[in-house]
């Protein structure tokens, strides 16, 4: 008999368990599907307020300008409240919020709904026991965590107008999920705190108390300056920075930030092995890259092409740069059947002639027009560096750079210039006090008069 009664034992604890499982299962998707998979997963930090009219519930002290943790609040603040307590609990579930939202549309001093948008959260705060923590990590997936929750019956209530508990006998989670918050501003507030005010007046006529946690899913982020921020968005995108490098086999090297053709970015570049060749023996360096992502006049497969010849004295210089690309008649035309190839060749003397082992660099480059000087298909290249026939020992860097700007830079002559000006205006002040003569001769009272004759002068 004592085997057969632990045997059954066994099998009821078996099926309690499952049970439990199951149930938990079932509240883990009911959250989910009520909150979105967001707020389950949200690892944002937002403020939770909670304000019971039990009055023996007290809540733990927590530190101004503390970050409640997950752990924290799980273990100080949800089963603490919850342990052996039959109270109700309420969740409060907003899509975002944020602690500045109470300070930007809550005001103490007036009760009007213009100007204080949480007059019924804080009517409901100052009657009861409560407490606000501004900054708790993803509150939301706590709460259905906790045991002590789980084993509630789950109450999700969307219309505040609907019945809240139809019997009051065992201890309800409900689940009241706010409108969704299209933009932060006194009506929207105003909207979510009347439906909180509504529901929590249904709250107070049961008989059983209950404790209302008020959080949300995301931290909201402040939109009073929306218009600001995309717009200095705009600009940090705008400035962004595209580097290109390339590296022909230690022979050859370019870099280049921010690589326009015509008003079209180009971000990236890639070797045309096959015609590509650098060889100081040769005295030739012939370069060809390719980059897509041009959607100009019909333009495809577009490439550059550079060729530095060595003079008899060993300096390299660029002698041709070109634009080779294919371009079809119109938009409706079939690549590669009615394209013809187009080729453009542009002017080289941005390119001053180095000596080898040394590269060239100009920080900034003017628009580089073609031979004919237009500048529909214009390149602009930014921290510009070049070096062919590159020698050994330096693999993997530039060697010494020749800059595009000298040492007389405009800067260095309007300094010269001035300073010129100014110390020859203080070398002639000076020159004509140097000439200013004392007189030698003065008048006395007692004396004869003097006379200066016009000789004398």
């Not at 019971?52 to 530190?63: A, E, K, Y």
Request: hydrophobic residues 35%.
């Amino acid at each position: 008999m004592s085997a057969e009664a632990s045997s059954t034992s066994s099998e009821m604890r078996v099926k309690s368990l499952v049970s439990t499982a199951r149930r938990q299962r079932c509240l883990l998707l009911l959250l989910t599907a009520v909150l979105g998979p967001s707020s389950v997963l949200a690892s944002d930090r937002v403020p939770v307020l909670v304000w019971t009219n039990d009055r023996s519930v007290s809540f733990p002290q927590h530190l101004a300008g503390h970050s409640v943790s997950r752990h924290e609040f799980q273990n100080s603040y949800v089963k603490d409240l919850t342990l052996d307590n039959q109270d109700n609990i309420v969740l409060f579930m907003q899509d975002e919020l944020s602690a500045k939202d109470f300070a930007r549309f809550s005001d103490a001093y007036h009760s009007d709904e213009e100007k204080n948008s949480f007059r019924h959260v804080k009517s409901l705060m100052s009657e009861m026991t409560s407490t606000f923590l501004p900054s708790v990590h993803n509150p939301a997936s706590v709460l259905m965590e906790v045991e002590n929750l789980k084993s509630r019956k789950v109450k999700i209530l969307d219309d505040p107008q609907d019945i809240l508990l139809e019997t009051d006998d065992e201890p309800h989670m409900i689940i009241v999920r706010l409108p969704e918050l299209r933009h932060h501003s006194h009506k929207s507030f105003s909207h979510l705190d009347n439906v909180i005010g509504v529901v929590s007046l249904q709250l107070k006529a049961l008989t059983r108390p209950f404790i209302a946690f008020y959080t949300a899913a995301l931290s909201s982020k402040d939109t009073s300056h929306e218009s600001h921020r995309q717009g200095r968005r705009l600009m940090e995108d705008s400035g962004a920075i595209s580097e290109i490098f390339v590296n022909v086999s230690d022979t050859f090297y370019f870099y280049t930030q921010n690589l326009t053709l015509g008003n079209d970015s180009i971000a990236a570049v890639e070797v045309d092995d096959k015609n590509t060749q650098c060889n100081e023996t040769d005295r030739n360096c012939d370069i060809v890259l390719k980059f897509g992502g041009i959607e100009h006049n019909n333009m495809f497969d577009p490439q550059i092409r550079f060729q530095f010849n060595i003079t008899s004295d060993s300096f390299w210089y660029l002698s041709q740069f070109t634009l080779e690309y294919w371009m079809t008649p119109s938009s409706n035309s079939s690549p590669r059947v009615d394209s013809s190839m187009h080729t453009v060749e542009y002017r080289t003397d941005f390119v001053y002639q180095t000596p080898i082992g040394f590269s060239f660099h100009c920080n900034h480059l003017p628009l580089i027009p073609d031979k004919n000087d237009s500048y529909s298909l214009s390149f602009q290249f930014n921290k510009f560096q070049i070096q062919p026939f590159v020698r050994e020992g330096y693999e993997g860097r530039f060697g010494h750079y020749n800059d595009c700007v000298g040492f007389f830079t405009v800067g260095t002559w309007m300094f010269l210039i001035s300073a010129a000006i100014l110390i020859a205006i203080l070398f002639f002040g000076i020159i004509m006090l140097l000439k200013v003569s004392t007189q030698d001769r003065f008048d006395d009272a007692k004396g004869k008069t003097i006379t200066v004759t016009s000789a004398e002068g």
